[in-house]
């Protein structure tokens, strides 16, 4: 028989309760009120140590207990149970006891407690209770669901759009290197060797995936210099060596009004990667550490890279023979550190042999 006439529901009958009493009276009292409403599901324990037991082994949808535990202090047992609650899942946590003081269960409140009910109690109210119990765990629950399948969406649509991000990014530095690196992958070598040297030189993750990302839009302004120019196999001319190097000017206008902090780090590599350490390279004519860190990264970057693979204007050389070249232009051409990185990256035997 139930106690009350409305039953809980199916899921109800089965939520495991656990009860924790040392006074055999209230549990068996408990026991015959829980087993007249329907719960199936009900374990008892009559101390601390059996109790802390079978939290740790499964967590009870409902605990009652009594503060008067003979093993331990129920102010301490109440707080370990409720970090064990806490820290996996829900617990409404009910005391079942003697009368308390306004003070004591405030303490207990503090401690995790949920609710209180005098000895000996009611029947009807203590079933009422439980079921009012259950029913917030099972609300919180699937507010818990329902916030992790949202996060997951969320996180699933920010994956969509990273993706989309940098699909755009390498379109855009395939575009501009298409013409004179029909594989496109000079674009992306110098991302790969861009994050490599500032991984070395101690930046965070974020930067580093920044950098290759946007570094292969450094030559994004060829796109406004002629096939004639950056595919001619001999020396360019004071005419064409001059259109030639708009293409950092052309690079940062088309990238001016971006928003994106992905893509003002494009721009600030895109005007300033040609700048040399002693400030006689181009358009700004910057000096030392007035060039940006990304440009100065990416200059010996892409110098790497153009060196070590072919080039509509020359043939490959290999990576001992690069290195020389950067070390013997560290100091004038290059920032001396950033080299130092490239050298310590990519100057070991094995890295020289493989490539020669």
């Given amino acids: 028989m139930q ?59 409902v605990l009652i207990f009594d503060l008067k535990l003979p093993d331990m202090d ?5 707080k370990q ?17 003697s009368e308390l ?23 009807v109210e203590i079933q009422v209770r439980i079921r009012n119990f259950l029913r917030s765990r099972r609300a ?53 060797v861009s994050a490599a040297l500032a991984r070395f030189l101690g930046h965070d993750d974020l930067y580093i995936e920044s950098m290759r990302m946007v570094a292969p839009l450094h030559d994004l ?20 060596e001059a259109r030639m190097r708009q293409h950092v000017v052309i690079g940062g206008e088309l990238l001016q009004h971006v928003r994106s902090p992905h893509l003002q780090l494009a721009r600030e590599i895109a005007l300033y990667h040609h700048e ?32 070590t693979n072919d080039r509509p204007y020359r043939k490959a050389q290999s990576v001992a023979i690069a290195l020389l070249e950067l070390k013997a232009a560290a100091g004038t051409h290059f920032d001396p550190d950033i080299v130092d990185a490239a050298v310590a990256l990519y100057g070991t035997s094995q890295h020289a042999a493989a490539a020669a």
Avoid at 81 to 97: L, Q
Avoid at 101 to 123: C, M, Q, W
Avoid at 278 to 305: C, H, M, N, Q, T
């Fill in 81 to 97: 149970a409720a970090e064990k609650g806490h820290n996996r899942s829900f617990m409404p946590i009910m005391v079942f006891t």
């Fill in 74 to 78: 129920g102010y301490e047992f109440l």
């Fill in 221 to 240: 302004g060829k796109l406004g210099v002629p096939d004639s120019i950056l595919q001619k196999p001999g020396k360019l001319t004071v005419e064409e």
């Fill in 276 to 307: 040399r350490w002693d400030g006689s390279g181009y358009a700004a004519g910057l000096k030392g550490w007035e060039i940006p860190e990304s440009a100065r990264i990416v200059a010996v970057a892409d110098a790497f890279d153009a060196m």
């Fill in 101 to 123: 003081a306004p003070s004591a269960k405030i303490k207990a409140l503090e401690l995790g407690a949920s609710d209180f009910l005098n000895k000996p109690g009611d029947a």
């Fill in 140 to 192: 919180h629950s699937e507010l818990q669901n329902y916030n992790q399948i949202l996060e997951a969406t969320v996180q699933q649509r920010t994956e969509h759009l990273v993706d989309a991000r940098k699909e755009t990014v390498e379109l855009l530095a395939a575009a501009s290197e298409y013409r004179d690196d029909d594989s496109g992958q000079h674009a992306i070598r110098v991302g790969e």
């Fill in 3 to 61: 106690l009350v006439s409305d039953g809980p529901e199916a899921w109800m009958i089965r939520s495991p309760i656990l009860v924790v009493d040392s006074d055999r009276e209230s549990l068996k009292l408990l026991a015959r009120v829980l087993e007249w409403a329907g719960f199936m599901e009900v374990r008892f324990a009559s101390n601390a140590k059996e109790a802390l037991a079978a939290l740790s082994a499964s967590l009870p949808h």
